[in-house]
């Protein structure tokens, strides 16, 4: 799958104009009839318009249902068969307040983020569209790799804004990007024209970059100190669960509550920024390292975020552990009593998004008791086992969606006995 863009955003106005080819292959067993775009700007209904929707020069009957664009085919089209749609649409792009966990579509005073901004064709699994209704927290997608070429223009803009995305980027010339970016869930930006910008280089020529809100210099001393987690978190993750399979991450400082994945690009709160005080043991450290892990349990190897919510923030949310004990190892019981156990986190670790009264209790049970339940199965199986383990999970599910079936279906029978009474205290359903 491809998506080749091109937009212009009126900065001033908080608009956007997107024309969007998208090239797709009927990779199902079915032959399809219409295709259920995923359109996640619309979840605000009414921000986005869509104009018209054409394939080969024939306009395409559609209907916009809140987030689920419908479109109808000129032909059926057949597995293994190709067609390529373009998009037309408007996007108004809806503010953000300073308390708001969804600033990673919208703008403050400060940013504008653009995160899942774009329409995506919906998985398919079972004959049927993986769609998830959103819920008050918690992720719900589920997306296919695809290729993005991503063409943009910025309008009634300061000289010295600047854009952050993921992938290969080249500024063709003032108020003009192009980005490519490969094998990626999504395309992400944000853009600013205070982002303060710090970059280093890995020994495999793997790109890393922070993008800051305030050049005040202990903003910037928290800046170098992202970097550096980054560069940790690559390091150690690439160690473990195998490379990392892009050639850039753009880490960037969010003006909202909160930290958000997108491939290649994740968000660190502002307010993990503002509160470091030059200690490791901090939010900034953590929730850096958990962003990181995402190009992982996310970006690479995907799951149902909605139904099966563990399958990544669980694995990202030990990620940060795993870091910790190989670089500050005298973090390890700080970070068990300051991030976990004071919490006294209780939940089932499999429970989906909507069963959940609070975020609190969902970050409990799916995050908290997530990180305990695989240190214990760390522990039942030993270190070998375990990273193994892991690390054919990485293998075997980059690019795909992942079940919990096939998550444990990478035990051994005598692996699946070893971890039993550890699965039936942490799951509502254990597995085999």
Same mark, same amino acid.
């Given at each position: 799958m491809k998506h080749v863009v091109q937009a212009t955003i009126d900065l001033a106005q908080h608009e956007i104009e997107v024309q969007q080819d998208l090239q797709f292959r009927n990779l199902t067993a079915s032959p399809l009839a219409e295709l259920l775009l995923l359109v996640e700007a619309n979840r605000q209904e009414g921000s986005v318009e869509v104009q018209r929707i054409v394939a080969d020069e024939t306009p395409l009957e559609f209907t916009l249902d809140g987030r689920k664009l419908t479109v109808r085919l000129p032909r059926v089209l057949q597995p293994e068969d190709a067609m390529e749609l373009s998009l037309d649409f408007r996007l108004d792009v809806p503010p953000f307040e300073a308390d708001d966990f969804l600033g990673w579509l919208g703008y403050s005073q400060h940013q504008m983020n653009l995160g899942n901004w774009l329409p995506v064709v919906a998985p398919r699994g079972g004959g049927q569209w993986l769609v998830n209704e959103a819920a008050a927290f918690g992720e719900h997608s589920a997306q296919d790799p695809a290729d993005w070429q991503v063409g943009v223009d910025v309008e009634n803009a300061r000289d010295d804004v600047v854009l952050a995305g993921p992938g290969q980027v080249t500024q063709m010339e003032d108020g003009h990007w192009q980005f490519?970016?490969? /094998?990626?869930?999504?395309?992400?930006?944000?853009?600013?024209?205070?982002?303060?910008?710090?970059a280093s280089e890995l020994a495999d020529g793997t790109q890393l970059e922070v993008y800051s809100l305030s050049d005040a210099p202990d903003?910037?001393? /928290? /800046? /170098?100190?992202?970097?550096?987690? #980054?560069?940790?978190?690559?390091?150690?993750?690439? #160690?473990?669960?195998?490379?990392?399979?892009?050639?850039?991450?753009?880490?960037?400082?969010?003006?909202?509550?909160?930290g958000m994945e997108f491939s290649g690009l994740v968000f660190v709160s502002r307010d993990w920024f503002e509160s470091w005080e030059g200690n490791p043991a901090s939010y900034l450290t953590v929730i850096t390292a958990h962003e990181v892990a995402h190009q992982w349990w996310y970006g690479s190897v995907a799951n149902d975020q909605a139904a099966d919510?563990?399958?990544?923030? #669980?694995?990202?949310?030990?990620?940060?552990?795993?870091l910790l004990e190989s670089d500050f190892p005298e973090l390890t019981d700080w970070w068990w009593e300051w991030r976990v156990d004071r919490f006294a986190p209780g939940g089932y670790v499999d429970g989906d998004i909507y069963e959940f009264a609070s975020r609190r209790n969902y970050i409990n049970a799916v995050y908290l008791r997530g990180a305990r339940m695989l240190h214990e199965l760390r522990q039942d199986l030993g270190?070998?086992?375990?990273?193994?383990?892991?690390?054919?999970?990485?293998?075997?599910? #980059?690019?795909?969606?992942?079940?919990?079936e096939e998550f444990w279906s990478l035990l051994d029978d005598s692996q699946l006995a070893a971890t039993l009474e550890t699965r039936r205290r942490y799951l509502r359903d254990p597995g085999p």
């Open positions: 490519e970016l490969q /094998a990626a869930r999504d395309f992400s930006l944000s853009i600013d024209t205070r982002f303060q910008f710090t903003a910037l001393a /928290a /800046a /170098a100190w992202t970097l550096d987690v #980054a560069r940790r978190s690559v390091e150690r993750f690439s #160690a473990l669960f195998g490379p990392f399979l892009l050639n850039r991450l753009v880490v960037v400082e969010g003006d909202f509550p909160d919510p563990w399958l990544d923030e #669980a694995l990202a949310t030990y990620s940060e552990y795993l270190d070998d086992a375990f990273f193994a383990w892991l690390r054919r999970h990485a293998e075997q599910g #980059a690019g795909n969606i992942v079940t919990e």
